[in-house]
């Protein structure tokens, strides 16, 4: 549910207002961020915050999912 609304109600917003160097980042993770999301989840498991960063990263929805998969997996 925290992707969810982070990636339908905060995205805008934290793209609107979002420095050059944090918009680069953002664009390399969303054409390969599938490593990241694995580490994010392997260290955060559940917690709400890595849903909302994963929602509000430019991540697409496939590769959050099947990264999230693998990152839940050795829980």
Same mark, same amino acid.
């Given at each position: 549910? /925290? *992707?969810? %609304?982070?990636?339908? &109600?905060? +995205? #805008? *917003?934290?793209?609107?207002?979002?420095?050059? +160097? !944090?918009? +680069? %980042? #953002?664009?390399? !993770?969303?054409?390969?961020?599938?490593?990241?999301?694995? /580490? !994010?989840?392997?260290?955060?498991?559940?917690?709400?915050?890595?849903?909302?960063?994963?929602?509000?990263? /430019?991540?697409? %929805?496939?590769?959050?999912?099947?990264?999230?998969? &693998?990152? %839940?997996?050795?829980?």
């Amino acid at each position: 549910m /925290g *992707f969810v %609304f982070a990636r339908t &109600i905060g +995205r #805008d *917003f934290v793209t609107a207002h979002m420095p050059e +160097r !944090l918009r +680069r %980042f #953002d664009a390399r !993770l969303s054409s390969s961020g599938l490593r990241w999301v694995i /580490g !994010l989840r392997l260290l955060t498991y559940l917690a709400a915050p890595a849903h909302w960063l994963v929602g509000l990263s /430019g991540v697409p %929805f496939r590769t959050a999912l099947l990264g999230s998969i &693998i990152g %839940f997996g050795p829980w």
